[in-house]
């Protein structure tokens, strides 16, 4: 079946740039995801990337996809200590209309001021 | 902005008891999802639900759970006789129709099973 992994933790300095890897093994996935977790919130949709693109940029977050390698990454610039949360890469099934997600185990990042 | 909300927020129960937790998806959306996310696990899919039926369910979604939405705003998940192991955060999800990519989660209920 689908599998998505994600390295657990990282840490960066306020005003670096974050890069949080994810790879996946379905080949005939049609969108992937970058949701953001916050301490007792729900999770929240960041943004998206066919897989036929390559790369997406949406204000300081940009998404590099490698389909050949079966690898994402979410790059944050500039970031924040708001930035500190959960991050969860996910693979959305291509077969039916309901397209169920399957979720990495999330990439804890800590902002350090 | 329109979002997906959830109750309760923490739901504590003992095993053997029915519960169900309730979900007020995005107005207007067509598919209906839950997810979980055992503490220190990944989130995954239980169920998916258009039309008035289940579209998608996985193998954890045995005949201890069932969704239905009751009216034109609800939907909720009953789970029949709580096990210890249902322990866990419950995220519903709504999607705005079949040609739709993005599926937008409530804030979870956390289900406490003792």
């Known amino acids: 079946g689908e599998d998505v992994e994600q390295s657990l933790f990282l840490s960066v300095r306020e005003g670096d740039s974050s890069v949080i890897n994810c790879t996946y093994t379905?080949?005939?996935?049609?969108?992937l995801y970058w949701y953001k977790q916050e301490p007792g919130a729900g999770l929240q949709l960041l943004t998206y990337?066919?897989?036929?693109?390559d790369m997406k940029q949406d204000q300081r977050l940009t998404v590099l996809l490698n389909k050949k390698d079966k690898h994402l990454s979410l790059r944050i610039a500039d970031t924040q200590t708001g930035d500190s949360a959960i991050y969860f890469c996910?693979?959305?099934?291509?077969?039916?209309?309901?397209?169920?997600?399957?979720f990495g185990s999330g990439t804890q990042l800590t902002v350090l001021p | 902005e329109p979002e997906v909300t959830q109750t309760p927020s923490h739901q504590v129960t003992q095993m053997g008891q029915e519960v169900i937790l309730r979900c007020v998806p995005i107005s207007n959306h067509l598919y209906f999802y839950w997810y979980r996310q055992i503490l220190g696990q990944k989130v995954e899919f239980l169920v998916s639900?258009?039309?008035?039926?289940?579209?998608?369910k996985s193998e954890i979604f045995d005949d201890q759970f069932s969704v239905e939405r009751p009216d034109g705003s609800n939907f909720t998940l009953k789970i029949r006789s709580t096990k210890l192991e249902d322990s866990a955060m419950y995220f519903c999800?709504?999607?705005?129709?079949?040609?739709?990519?993005?599926?937008?989660f409530g804030p979870g209920t956390r289900l406490t099973v003792t």
């Open positions: 999800a709504s999607k705005a129709n079949g040609g739709s990519y993005e599926q937008y």
């Open positions: 990337i066919f897989s036929n693109m």
């Open positions: 639900f258009y039309n008035n039926e289940i579209s998608e």
């Open positions: 379905d080949s005939s996935s049609t969108y």
């Open positions: 996910a693979e959305g099934s291509s077969s039916g209309s309901a397209r169920q997600l399957t």
